[in-house]
């Protein structure tokens, strides 16, 4: 279960620079981003004259379709949430402690199965068709997600997973992974993350069997579809999966942060889940946004092959998790393998309370970039994608400070005011400078805009 997304859309690659699990064997000559100015970050640019690209052991064409670039393509495989004492394999070790303890199966073991191995890389048609997402979704634009080709891409959610874990036989599970999506940059978001996605089914007897007068109760009709329910539930069954839903949840954020926590449930809307909600935690005073859920679409569940059922499905991001538990200020730090940060959570075991202790906090450098957009389609994420791949995570935040739309011309300006800061060391000025330099080149050459540098 995810919620809905917006994604990037890049494509830049480095022989050199890669991983040892990615191989690029070149890049088509239409794909759009290839600065190959050198500047003092961790990206790099380098193009061959094959189409090709190796990932995990396999090799996928590169089509129309391909919006990867070497700095995503190097993070796959890091898999964090299995690095042992990794703030984020703490959160999902103490998730998965919770549910094994609290939901015991008829045999005296652990109800819910774990999968945090599985690829990366999914079809298209598991991402999206298999969840029911429409094929006009936005969420499916080439521009939003991280395509190898046209039939393959990185997950951009753990539900990518649900239709073929139902469709194995599994009734409750916890699938757990890196996913990749496109987002504004600043310090809560990162086009890498970790989600946790959680899936459980029931019968008609599992569901109603402590309910008194149960026996008289069904989980499907021939209805009509309200805000409310699916148009084949009864409203006995979705009430009792709902609340069901609820507690398991509920249950689980009061286990992580303790007695006295604050929930609230926010209605909103998801492709393959209905009705869904979104839950929202009271931390010190502020409400925040934690976990998505709802009542599985039940064409989902029959299609995987589990027509007698009915279930739910929520999906959590680990980062945020953390970031909450931990207090810590700046997701970038997650991938930091800086010793003065990991060591904080080399702890006995994983219920040990830790709070995160601020390395030196280092200036930030501040440049302002301001450029005419093209005539034709532009897209922010494009320009927060480039900045991103040049200047990786050197870059703390991208703010979009002003737009003008000149009265004669009608061309639109953008001014957008950048933020550097190294998690580990000062910057200086000359190197942000060269950075900032490469950034506004890129944007011309690639974007097509008319720079006011």
Not at 55 to 65: E, H, I, Q, R, S
Not at 73 to 95: A, R
Not at 302 to 313: E, F, H, L, R
Request: charged residues 25%; proline residues 4%.
């Amino acid at each position: 279960m995810a919620m809905l997304w917006k994604f990037m859309r890049v494509a830049k690659y480095s022989k050199t620079a890669l991983s040892p699990k990615v191989k690029v064997r070149g890049i088509p000559t239409h794909s759009r981003h290839s600065s190959s100015k050198s500047v003092p970050s961790d990206s790099a640019a380098n193009t061959s004259c094959s189409n090709t690209v190796e990932l995990l052991g396999k090799a996928y064409p590169l089509d129309d379709y391909s919006s990867v670039t070497e700095k995503i393509l190097s993070k796959v495989g890091k898999n964090l949430h299995n690095k042992k004492h990794h703030p984020l394999w703490l959160i999902k070790e103490q998730v998965k402690d919770h549910f094994y303890k609290q939901y015991i199966g008829r045999r005296g073991t652990p109800l819910f199965s774990v999968y945090d191995g599985l690829s990366p890389v999914v079809t298209v048609q598991q991402n999206f068709d298999s969840l029911l997402i429409p094929q006009n979704h936005a969420s499916r634009r080439k521009e939003d997600n991280y395509y190898l080709n046209r039939d393959h891409m990185l997950r951009a959610h753990t539900s990518a997973h649900q239709w073929d874990l139902i469709h194995s036989g599994l009734d409750a599970f916890l699938a757990v992974g890196d996913v990749y999506r496109r987002d504004t940059i600043d310090n809560t978001h990162y086009p890498v993350f970790h989600q946790m996605e959680g899936v459980r089914l029931f019968s008609c007897h599992e569901l109603f069997s402590s309910i008194k007068d149960g026996e008289g109760l069904q989980l499907f009709e021939q209805g009509h579809r309200t805000a409310h329910k699916q148009e084949c539930h009864t409203m006995e069954a979705v009430r009792l999966v709902e609340f069901n839903l609820k507690q398991v949840l509920t249950k689980l954020m009061t286990h992580i942060f303790g007695d006295g926590l604050q929930v609230r449930w926010v209605d909103c809307y998801f492709p393959f889940t209905h009705p869904s909600f979104e839950m929202e935690i009271n931390f010190q005073g502020e409400w925040m946004e934690v976990l998505g859920c709802g009542v599985m679409e039940q064409q989902l569940v029959n299609s995987a092959g589990a027509q007698d059922k009915i279930g739910w499905a929520f999906g959590l991001g680990l980062e945020r998790l953390a970031m909450i538990l931990y207090d810590i200020p700046d997701i970038r730090f997650f991938w930091s393998e800086d010793e003065r940060f990991l060591k904080q959570f080399i702890v006995p075991h994983i219920w040990q309370k830790i709070k995160f202790q601020p390395l030196s906090r280092y200036p930030p450098l501040i440049n302002d970039m301001s450029f005419w957009l093209p005539s034709e389609t532009y897209s922010k994420n494009d320009f927060y994608d480039l900045a991103r791949t040049i200047g990786g995570d050197l870059i703390e935040k991208v703010v979009l400070v002003d737009e003008f739309t000149h009265p004669k011309t009608k061309k639109v300006s953008h001014c957008y005011r950048i933020f550097y800061r190294h998690l580990e060391r000062t910057l200086t000025q000359d190197e942000v400078h060269r950075i900032h330099q490469a950034i506004e080149e890129s944007a011309v050459r690639e974007l097509g805009v008319e720079g006011r540098f």
